[in-house]
């Protein structure tokens, strides 16, 4: 994410921007969605580590990637849901 973006989408009304995070332990995620929220973003966890792939430069949930702006966490959940149905179908 941009700094740009960050101190634009901090806080964002009336839905707040997304930070997704992976992690393979749920606790480090519990401590991670809430020091997302706490940053004024809303947290949207995109899998394990090895989704993290997808949400670096250049992924497909990545604002400098195919994704290309932030996005609410309904927005999100579609993108995730879309793809993860995409990637198991084929």
Not at 7 to 36: H, M, Q, W
Not at 81 to 88: E, L, Q
């Amino acid at each position: 994410m941009l700094a740009e973006s960050l101190a634009s989408g901090a806080n964002r009304s009336p839905e707040r921007a997304v930070l997704f995070y992976a992690t393979d332990y749920l606790a480090a995620g519990k401590v991670v969605a809430e020091l997302i929220a706490a940053s004024g973003f809303a947290p949207v966890s995109v899998g394990g580590i090895n989704q993290s792939i997808r949400i670096e430069v250049g992924g497909d949930l990545h604002e400098l990637g195919k994704l290309g702006r932030l996005v609410s966490a309904i927005e999100a959940e579609s993108l995730i849901s879309t793809t993860s149905a995409r990637n198991h179908a084929g």
